[in-house]
C-alpha cells in the first residue's frame, strides 16, 4: 500500500511541476519573434548609429564623422574635433548585424508558404548586411567578418579589407539579381515598406557606390560593379532610401533625441563648411542652419576644435529638431553626382558629367523643398559646371560636400576618395591631418590581442592618418 501512495506523490509532484513551470512563464516577454522584427530592429539602429551626435570622446563609428569633416564643430568638449576619440563597433555588430543574421535564420527555419517571398526577404537582408559591412570596412579597413557573427568564438579573426570588399560587392551582385519585382517580400518594412522594386534600386546604387570607391584601387571590379548597377539606380528623389521616424520614442530620429530630448548645446555649423554655402550664398543655409540670435540673416560656422560660445554661432536647422525627420542611407543626388563621376572617367557609356552634376545639385534643392531657388543658385559662376574652378574631382567634391549634409559618413568617406573639401586639422588637434581611418576600438588590444596585432600590421598601423585600400590619391 505504501509503495501505492509513493508512486501517486511521485505522479503528483511531477503533474504540479509541470503546471509550475508552464506558470512559471513570462507571457509578456517574446522568446521567439517574426523575422520582419528582426529586420526592421537592425534598420532602426543603423539609422540611429548613423543620424546620432556625439562630442566625441566615445562613440559608435559613424556619428562623430560629421565633425571629421567639419559640416559640424563641438563648441563645448573638444575631443571629437581634436581626433581625441575611442571608437566602438558593438553596436554595429550586436545591433545591426546579428539582428539581420537573426532575421535569415528565422526564415529559412520557418519559410513563408511562397518560396519567392522567401527569396526576396533573404536578398533584401543581404543588401542590408552588405550595406553595413561596407561602411565599416570603409572605415577601418581590415575588420572581423567571416568569424564576426559566431556566439563560439570570442576571438575572431580579422579578413583582409580588400578581399571583404570583393566579396561584398560579389553577395551585393548576387542579391540584386535574386529579386523578383514580380512578388513581395515583408509584409512592411521601415526602409521600403515591403517594396521590391525600391530594395532593387537601392541595392543598384549601393552597388554603383561601392564600384566607384573602389575604382582607383581595382579598375577591373570597380568597372564591372558600376556597369552591372547602371540599369537600375535611383532615377529620382521618389526612390531615396531613407527612414521615417514617429512622433513618440523609441521611434524617433537619433539626432532629435541627442539635440532636443538631451537639450545638447554643444553643436553648431562648422567654419569651413558655413563659410563655403556663405560666399555661394547657398540658399539651403536656412535648412542646415538657424541664424546667430539676435541678428537677421546672419549664418556663422565655428572654427572647428575650439570652445567657443555656443549662441555666437549657428546651431543646428529646426528641421533637425523634429523627432519625424527622416534619416538618409542614400539619396538620389549621391546617384547623380556618381553618374558626373562615370562620365568624366568614360565608363559604362553615361556622358554629360554637366547635366548629371547638374541633376544632383537640383535633387538636392529638392529634397529640402527649394527647387525654386536652384536656378540662381546654378547660375553663380562658382556653382556652374563649365566655369566653376578646378578639376572635375574639386567641381563634383565641394558640391558634394554641401549636398551631404546631415550623411556625416558619407560626406566623410567622399571627402577621403576624392580629395575635396581641403581641410586643415585644428591647431589643437591630436593628429596633424584630418583623419583618413577610424582606429580599432581599444578593448580589441585586450580581448583579441593576437587578431588585432596582425590587423593593425595588415592595414599599415593602427592610426588616424593610414590611408585605406581603396583610397589610393
Same mark, same amino acid.
Given at each position: 500500500?505504501?509503495?501505492?501512495?509513493?508512486?501517486?506523490?511521485?505522479?503528483?509532484?511531477?503533474?504540479?511541476?509541470?503546471?509550475l513551470?508552464?506558470?512559471?512563464?513570462?507571457?509578456?516577454?517574446?522568446t521567439?519573434?517574426?523575422?520582419?522584427?528582426?529586420?526592421?530592429?537592425?534598420?532602426?539602429?543603423?539609422?540611429?548609429?548613423?543620424?546620432?551626435?556625439?562630442?566625441?570622446?566615445?562613440?559608435?563609428?559613424?556619428n562623430?564623422?560629421?565633425?571629421?569633416?567639419?559640416?559640424?564643430?563641438?563648441?563645448?568638449?573638444?575631443?571629437?574635433?581634436?581626433?581625441?576619440?575611442?571608437?566602438?563597433?558593438?553596436?554595429? @555588430?550586436?545591433?545591426?548585424?546579428?539582428?539581420?543574421?537573426?532575421?535569415?535564420?528565422?526564415?529559412?527555419?520557418?519559410?513563408?508558404?511562397?518560396?519567392t517571398?522567401?527569396?526576396?526577404?533573404?536578398?533584401?537582408?543581404?543588401?542590408?548586411?552588405?550595406?553595413?559591412?561596407?561602411?565599416?570596412?570603409?572605415?577601418?579597413?581590415?575588420?572581423?567578418?567571416?568569424? #564576426?557573427?559566431?556566439?563560439?568564438?570570442?576571438?575572431?579573426? @580579422?579578413?583582409?579589407?580588400?578581399?571583404? @570588399?570583393?566579396?561584398?560587392?560579389?553577395?551585393?551582385t548576387?542579391?540584386?539579381? #535574386?529579386?523578383?519585382?514580380?512578388?513581395?517580400?515583408?509584409?512592411?518594412?521601415?526602409?521600403?515598406?515591403?517594396?521590391?522594386?525600391?530594395?532593387?534600386?537601392?541595392?543598384?546604387?549601393?552597388?554603383?557606390?561601392?564600384?566607384?570607391?573602389?575604382?582607383?584601387?581595382?579598375?577591373?571590379?570597380?568597372?564591372?560593379?558600376?556597369?552591372?548597377?547602371?540599369?537600375?539606380?535611383?532615377?529620382?528623389?521618389?526612390?531615396?532610401?531613407?527612414?521615417?521616424?514617429?512622433?513618440?520614442?523609441?521611434?524617433?530620429?537619433?539626432?532629435?533625441?541627442d539635440l532636443?530630448?538631451?537639450?545638447?548645446?554643444?553643436?553648431?555649423?562648422?567654419?569651413?563648411?558655413?563659410? @563655403?554655402?556663405?560666399?555661394?550664398?547657398?540658399?539651403?543655409?536656412?535648412?542646415?542652419?538657424?541664424?546667430?540670435?539676435?541678428?537677421?540673416?546672419?549664418?556663422?560656422?565655428?572654427?572647428?576644435?575650439?570652445?567657443?560660445?555656443?549662441?555666437?554661432?549657428?546651431?543646428?536647422?529646426?528641421?533637425?529638431?523634429?523627432?519625424?525627420?527622416?534619416?538618409?542611407?542614400?539619396?538620389?543626388?549621391?546617384v547623380?553626382?556618381?553618374?558626373?563621376?562615370?562620365?568624366?572617367?568614360?565608363?559604362?557609356?553615361?556622358?554629360?558629367?554637366?547635366?548629371?552634376?547638374?541633376?544632383?545639385?537640383?535633387?538636392?534643392?529638392?529634397?529640402?523643398?527649394?527647387?525654386?531657388?536652384a536656378?540662381?543658385?546654378?547660375?553663380?559662376?562658382?556653382?556652374?559646371?563649365?566655369?566653376?574652378?578646378?578639376?572635375?574631382?574639386?567641381?563634383?567634391?565641394m558640391q558634394?560636400?554641401?549636398?551631404?549634409?546631415?550623411?556625416?559618413?558619407?560626406?566623410?568617406?567622399?571627402?577621403?576618395?576624392?580629395?575635396?573639401?581641403?581641410?586643415?586639422?585644428?591647431?589643437?588637434?591630436?593628429?596633424?591631418?584630418?583623419?583618413?581611418?577610424?582606429?580599432?576600438?581599444?578593448?580589441?588590444?585586450?580581448?583579441?590581442?593576437?587578431?588585432?596585432?596582425?590587423?593593425?600590421?595588415?592595414?599599415?598601423?593602427?592610426?588616424?592618418?593610414?590611408?585605406?585600400?581603396?583610397?589610393?590619391?
Amino acid at each position: 500500500m505504501k509503495n501505492y501512495i509513493v508512486i501517486f506523490l511521485i505522479a503528483l509532484f511531477f503533474s504540479c511541476s509541470g503546471d509550475l513551470e508552464d506558470m512559471n512563464v513570462d507571457v509578456k516577454n517574446a522568446t521567439e519573434a517574426p523575422a520582419e522584427n528582426f529586420f526592421n530592429n537592425a534598420v532602426k539602429n543603423m539609422s540611429d548609429l548613423l543620424s546620432g551626435i556625439t562630442y566625441g570622446a566615445n562613440g559608435n563609428p559613424f556619428n562623430t564623422t560629421r565633425l571629421l569633416v567639419q559640416q559640424i564643430s563641438s563648441v563645448t568638449y573638444n575631443e571629437g574635433t581634436t581626433y581625441y576619440s575611442n571608437f566602438t563597433w558593438d553596436n554595429v @555588430y550586436l545591433g545591426v548585424l546579428i539582428n539581420l543574421d537573426q532575421s535569415a535564420q528565422v526564415i529559412e527555419a520557418t519559410p513563408p508558404t511562397n518560396a519567392t517571398v522567401a527569396a526576396n526577404q533573404l536578398a533584401i537582408i543581404e543588401i542590408m548586411t552588405v550595406f553595413t559591412y561596407a561602411k565599416l570596412v570603409e572605415s577601418f579597413g581590415d575588420i572581423p567578418y567571416s568569424q #564576426a557573427l559566431d556566439y563560439d568564438n570570442i576571438s575572431p579573426a @580579422y579578413d583582409a579589407d580588400e578581399v571583404i @570588399y570583393e566579396d561584398l560587392i560579389s553577395r551585393l551582385t548576387a542579391a540584386i539579381n #535574386a529579386l523578383d519585382e514580380g512578388q513581395g517580400s515583408w509584409s512592411q518594412d521601415i526602409l521600403y515598406n515591403g517594396d521590391v522594386t525600391g530594395w532593387k534600386k537601392f541595392g543598384s546604387s549601393l552597388l554603383f557606390q561601392m564600384g566607384m570607391r573602389v575604382i582607383d584601387a581595382d579598375a577591373t571590379l570597380g568597372t564591372q560593379a558600376i556597369t552591372a548597377a547602371l540599369p537600375n539606380v535611383f532615377s529620382s528623389n521618389a526612390d531615396v532610401a531613407e527612414v521615417e521616424h514617429l512622433e513618440s520614442q523609441p521611434n524617433t530620429a537619433e539626432l532629435w533625441t541627442d539635440l532636443a530630448v538631451g537639450n545638447r548645446r554643444d553643436f553648431v555649423g562648422c567654419a569651413p563648411f558655413v563659410d @563655403y554655402m556663405n560666399a555661394l550664398e547657398d540658399p539651403r543655409r536656412a535648412v542646415f542652419f538657424q541664424e546667430v540670435d539676435g541678428t537677421d540673416g546672419v549664418y556663422l560656422g565655428s572654427p572647428s576644435g575650439l570652445a567657443v560660445t555656443y549662441f555666437d554661432y549657428s546651431r543646428f536647422g529646426t528641421l533637425f529638431y523634429q523627432p519625424t525627420t527622416p534619416v538618409i542611407f542614400m539619396d538620389y543626388s549621391t546617384v547623380e553626382f556618381l553618374l558626373a563621376e562615370a562620365a568624366e572617367r568614360s565608363i559604362g557609356g553615361v556622358t554629360d558629367a554637366a547635366g548629371h552634376y547638374t541633376e544632383a545639385i537640383r535633387a538636392s534643392f529638392d529634397y529640402y523643398g527649394l527647387a525654386d531657388s536652384a536656378d540662381a543658385y546654378l547660375a553663380h559662376p562658382d556653382v556652374d559646371y563649365a566655369t566653376a574652378p578646378g578639376t572635375w574631382e574639386e567641381k563634383i567634391g565641394m558640391q558634394k560636400w554641401v549636398a551631404l549634409f546631415n550623411q556625416g559618413l558619407e560626406a566623410w568617406t567622399e571627402y577621403r576618395r576624392l580629395d575635396y573639401p581641403v581641410l586643415e586639422a585644428p591647431p589643437l588637434s591630436f593628429i596633424p591631418t584630418v583623419p583618413v581611418r577610424l582606429t580599432y576600438p581599444i578593448s580589441e588590444q585586450t580581448l583579441n590581442q593576437a587578431n588585432y596585432d596582425s590587423a593593425a600590421s595588415s592595414v599599415g598601423g593602427d592610426l588616424m592618418t593610414t590611408k585605406l585600400f581603396w583610397d589610393v590619391n
